[in-house]
């Protein structure tokens, strides 16, 4: 039930492919690891290894096929 909350409050859900647009890592894609109020939590490819970071929802888009 909340992850269907989260959805309706701002659109992204965990496993969401997203690039962010603005901000310290622009440019950067990833995906979704975990929603929160007013930033989500992503999943980069960075020095050859995953890192998580977090990032207004301001700052991303989702990335369509």
Known sequence: AS???KRQ???YAAG???SVISGSF???S???WKVKKDTV???VHLFGQDMS???P???IRKNFP
């Open 9 to 11: 409050n701002h659109g």
């Open 53 to 55: 970071m977090e990032v």
């Open 41 to 43: 939590e992503i999943g």
């Open 26 to 28: 622009e440019n950067m």
């Open 3 to 5: 992850d269907v909350y």
């Open 57 to 59: 929802v301001n700052d």
């Open 30 to 32: 990833g995906v979704i």
């Open 16 to 18: 969401d492919h997203v």
